[in-house]
């Protein structure tokens, strides 16, 4: 019998390969998802998700940094408004970052496209309460 996952997929988009590591050891280990996508950058995390048929792929949960070189997570959550195959209904996005700057808090709060924010490091303890 197959475990039962969450969600089909979960994609990370951060920059810091070892924490994309840890990350997706935790997210398979409890099961949370059954397929993990890293993305080291926001722009080949765009062009993946400009790929994907929304109307067709199941709900897609994204972790995201907000400290990255070239688009960082605001610049993310902004071209993401660009893109006509999204739909909000299907994404779920997590800030996932180790700032500790409180604007930074306040301006996810405030983004429709973002969930929440969670301090880094990801825990089990954290994906059984999302």
Do not use: C
């Not at 924490?19 to 059954?34: C, G, W, Y």
């Not at 930074?104 to 709060?109: A, M, V």
């Not at 983004?111 to 999302?130: D, M």
Request: aromatic share 10%.
């Amino acid at each position: 019998m197959e475990p039962f996952y969450k969600y089909e997929r979960v994609i990370l988009v951060d920059d810091n390969y070892i924490d994309n590591i840890i990350h997706q050891k935790i997210i398979l280990s409890t099961q949370f998802a059954k397929e993990v996508s890293i993305f080291e950058s926001a722009s080949l995390a765009l062009k993946f998700l400009k790929q994907i048929e929304f109307k067709t792929e199941p709900p897609l949960v994204i972790f995201l940094d907000i400290r990255m070189p070239e688009i960082d997570g605001y610049g993310f959550l902004s071209e993401l408004r660009n893109l006509q195959n999204i739909s909000i209904t299907q994404l779920k996005i997590y800030v996932l970052s180790s700032s500790l700057d409180p604007l930074d808090r306040k301006k996810i709060e405030k983004n429709p496209f973002a969930e929440t924010f969670i301090s880094k490091p990801l825990t089990a303890q954290i994906l059984k309460q999302l």
